[in-house]
């Protein structure tokens, strides 16, 4: 089956070494290869046509970008970015060959590690104690039960929990910035009261994590933090660094 345009894992400085016994998306996985131009490498491999956003493909495209990560810094590629051809891919890299390697070096050593922040969860019985609102409302469900009341119950609760979910987000926003390079919002996620990544050295990687579980374990009753990394930094890539692309799934 022939071959539908070029696909894009990530560039790297010129002189990318691919990790062994690894592919790239695809049933069959995809003979991965570099192309080079000046100082930078684009890892890519043949597009198979119809390609989609399996969950084994997702895996294999993060697991190659952790892997190159090994080898020097990454400005990755999201799932599914698809050049036309090789000469697009070179043509785009070097037009903007100062401006990626600028963010290779920003990016040398570093991880993204992503913290999301959300209402917590069985948090009624802390809700209750310390919220006058939300108690006067449930004792006057309690003393007249009805439709009406328990809807403004409801109400009430679902709002104090995202208060103290947004609240306890920027104590974490703050906690936590201290021990990272920079810092970027994420895409507002519904349910979510904060979706930040943080960009952090490879050796500070296991100590943030652990700040941030430590503040998680200590405010369980305001909020529930979901921990995602280390990632490639997706986040800190503009997207001038991905203008070699021009279509994904």
């Not at 089956?1 to 049933?27: F, H, N």
């Not at 409302?137 to 208060?163: F, H, M």
């Not at 906690?175 to 349910?191: D, I, K, N």
């Not at 800190?236 to 021009?246: N, Q, T």
């Amino acid at each position: 089956m022939a071959a539908d345009g070029v696909y894009v894992y990530a560039v790297m400085r010129a002189g990318t070494v691919l990790p062994k016994g690894i592919g790239g998306v695809g049933s069959p996985p995809a003979v991965l290869r570099t192309i080079t131009t000046g100082g930078l490498d684009a890892v890519v491999s043949d597009a198979a046509p119809g390609l989609r956003a399996r969950r084994r493909d997702l895996l294999a495209h993060q697991e190659l970008l952790m892997r190159l990560a090994d080898e020097g810094p990454v400005l990755p590629m999201r799932f599914g970015m698809v050049a036309p051809d090789e000469g697009t891919v070179l043509r785009q890299l070097a037009a903007a060959e100062a401006d990626h390697a600028a963010t290779l070096e920003q990016l040398s050593g570093r991880f993204e590690i992503n913290v999301k922040a959300l209402p917590a969860q069985n948090a009624l019985a802390a809700l209750v104690a310390e919220d006058k609102t939300v108690r006067r409302l449930r004792e006057a469900v309690r003393r007249r039960p009805g439709y009406e009341a328990s809807l403004r119950l409801g109400e009430a609760v679902s709002a104090a929990l995202t208060r103290r979910a947004t609240a306890a987000g920027q104590r974490v926003l703050r906690e936590l910035t201290p021990g990272s390079r920079a810092v970027a919002a994420g895409p507002e996620v519904p349910g979510c009261a904060l979706n930040v990544s943080f960009l952090v050295e490879r050796g500070d990687s296991e100590a943030f994590l652990a700040n941030a579980r430590h503040f998680a374990d200590a405010h369980r009753d305001h909020v529930e933090l979901r921990l995602a990394g280390p990632l490639p930094c997706y986040s800190f890539v503009g997207p001038e660094a991905r203008s070699v692309l021009v279509g994904g799934v």
